[in-house]
């Protein structure tokens, strides 16, 4: 076996092209091969037999530099959209860009495994890979080269890698495109779709391409949490209009969810015990904190830009860490378009699927990779702090143990207050708990890890209702 390795080495230490689905990290192989068959027909060097060998091949493994997510910030750019409306006075439309700011001072390299006998095609590839010059938008400059290693080689170059390895796995919110049989004739379509948009005075919108590879991948080494991430909408009309519910109210918000889940679940069909997986009824006995695997309830405040005003138009189920996806695969398919109600039986909310979660700006703040959190909605300590720092900071601690974290897992010491640290939140005392709860204390949290760890991340005795709830840390 060999190995076909192009890497990718930016420019500059800021990525900017997500595009408009949201942030991606790693950039996709998609994205690589879109870049290369531009570069090549741009340079007149186009060879179908290359690229058509190219897509065929299995989903590369990924070397990454580590990053983070700089804080959003607005731009204001030319109204782009005539198409849709002629006679329009705005000239400019706000765009959010979330850039993010590469680490390590390491490239990219994308490692396809090929046979001997394809290396006379894979250095073609090569070649073509060195005429790309962005990866992203026109400013995300890059310099790119490409080489067939030995195994030996390949498996040096992994080992003395000081980033990230990301590969295919069956399930994962991460997901990335990877080209696929015809994708190479879907690209030269949709750049003829762009070159034939003006027929006369007749305006036609170029269309995208749409011949690729979901496949989801997941940082080698890593623990994930399986999600199933949903809009909530107007449940009386098929505007698909968001839904804002006050972050005060999380946990009755993830009670109607819950119910809804926990009816489905009483119809047959769940693959496990929905008594204390669905419902979470954990007997007196074990009730200690570490209660048993189960589902939990995230509602999603809206934060992550200067706009952002912490309401709940979003909600996460979430397995335990190390969850093989299944359960929440079923969530996914029992509240699709379903309608969430409250105790009374009147509708709230209907759940739109979020299909890719890490696309989603919001909800990438609550799930991305990080080594610092902090609340947007306050612990609930297991216990009664005295108003004494030291008590609460136990408390916090044994916390962070009940949820299944280690004290040695953290580089820094817990840090607590009663403000809010995220724009949109509220004091501790705000948020309505149920009377189980009252008498506990609850103070907002920053935790600041090790490693790097993937969200969703939520500690205390709300967790599982949406109290505790952690996103990355501006920065």
Not at 73 to 81: A, E, K, L, Q, S
Not at 366 to 384: A, D, H, S
Request: glycine share 8%.
């Amino acid at each position: 076996m060999k190995t076909l390795c192009i890497s990718v080495r930016f420019l500059d230490d800021r990525f900017h092209g997500q595009g408009d689905d949201g942030p991606e990290w790693p950039p996709s192989p998609f994205r690589l091969f879109q870049a290369m068959v531009s570069a090549a027909s741009r340079n007149g060097h186009v060879a179908d037999e290359t690229f058509q060998w190219l897509e065929r091949l299995a989903p590369p493994i990924i070397l990454a530099p580590s990053f983070r997510q700089l804080r959003a910030r607005t731009m204001y750019v030319p109204n782009n959209d005539s198409d849709k409306k002629l006679d329009r006075q705005n000239r400019l439309a706000e765009k959010i860009v979330c850039p993010l700011n590469i680490l390590d001072d390491e490239p990219i390299c994308y490692l396809w495994r090929i046979q001997p006998e394809e290396q006379d095609i894979a250095m073609a590839a090569a070649t073509q890979a060195r005429r790309v010059l962005a990866l992203g938008w026109g400013i995300d400059l890059v310099a790119t080269d490409g080489k067939v290693l030995t195994l030996e080689e390949t498996d040096l170059l992994i080992q003395n890698y000081g980033g990230q390895q990301w590969g295919p796995v069956s399930k994962s919110h991460h997901v990335l495109r990877c080209p696929k049989p015809g994708s190479l004739a879907d690209l030269r379509d949709a750049y003829r779709s762009f070159l034939r948009r003006f027929e006369g005075n007749v305006y036609n919108s170029a269309r995208k391409p749409m011949v690729f590879e979901e496949t989801p991948y997941a940082k080698i080494g890593s623990a994930d949490r399986a999600i199933a991430a949903f809009q909530l909408t107007r449940p009386d009309d098929d505007s698909e209009t968001l839904k804002p519910f006050d972050a005060r109210k999380t946990m009755e918000v993830a009670a109607w969810v819950r119910g809804f889940l926990c009816n489905a679940a009483l119809q047959g069909g769940f693959p496990g015990v929905p008594e204390v997986y669905v419902a979470g009824h954990v007997p007196e006995s074990e009730r200690n904190g570490n209660t048993p695997n189960r589902f939990s309830y995230l509602p999603v405040p809206s934060i992550g830009h200067e706009h952002a005003d912490g309401m709940i138009r979003r909600l996460i189920v979430a397995e335990p860490y190390g969850g093989d996806g299944r359960y929440v695969q079923w969530a996914q398919r029992v509240l699709a378009n379903a309608v969430a109600t409250d105790k009374h039986g009147y509708p709230q909310a209907m759940l739109r699927p979020i299909v890719k979660p890490s696309r989603d700006t919001v909800i990438f703040r609550y799930i991305r990779e990080t080594k610092t959190f902090q609340t947007v909605t306050p612990v609930i300590l297991p216990g009664y702090d005295d108003m004494k720092y030291a008590k609460a900071k136990k408390l916090a601690e044994k916390a962070l143990e009940q949820a299944g974290f280690l004290l040695g897992d953290l580089a820094e010491p817990i840090q607590l207050q009663k403000a809010p640290f995220l724009k949109g939140g509220f004091s501790p005392s705000s948020y309505s708990v149920p009377k189980y709860l009252k008498g506990k204390s609850r103070m907002h949290v920053q935790l600041t890890f090790k490693e790097p760890i993937s969200g969703p991340l939520a500690i205390g005795a709300g967790r599982h209702l949406g109290l505790g709830l952690f996103a990355a840390a501006e920065t």
